[in-house]
């Protein structure tokens, strides 16, 4: 499967920002879908997963209450909608797919989980 995010850009502190990730090819319904994001010299980091169906998510505790994960089987699509935005979540996110569908904690949350991965989109949160 081959992934695309999208939607990044400027945004002030409180803001909020929607990030897409359109997927083609593979099976995309049977993937389970993440966000991890970046910043220059730092690893990248788990923000939020969610399972092939879309019933169970995970989310990293500095985005927990303010990103919401969702998918959208149908259209072949995942999105991350963020809300609260602090200067803290300035970076490049990426979208990540894992073959395998089911999520577990603390397993999804690691980078050699996913077999896939889009090109990042950068995110700037800045007054």
């Known amino acids: 499967v081959q992934l695309q995010a999208s939607g990044g850009g400027s945004v002030q502190p409180g803001g909020s920002l929607g990030l897409p990730c359109a997927a083609s090819?593979?099976?995309?319904?049977?993937?389970?879908l993440a966000w991890f994001r970046q910043t220059p010299g730092k690893e990248r980091d788990f923000v939020a997963v969610i399972d092939w169906k879309g019933g169970t998510t995970y989310y990293a505790d500095s985005v927990k209450d303010r990103f919401t994960i969702s998918r959208d089987n149908a259209k072949k699509m995942a999105y991350l909608q963020m809300h609260s935005l602090k200067p803290e979540d300035t970076a490049v996110y990426y979208c990540a797919a894992d073959s395998y569908g089911v999520v577990a904690d603390p397993e999804s949350r690691h980078l050699d989980e996913y077999d896939y991965w889009g090109q990042g989109t950068l995110v700037t949160v800045s007054s």
């Open positions: 090819g593979g099976t995309f319904g049977s993937y389970a």
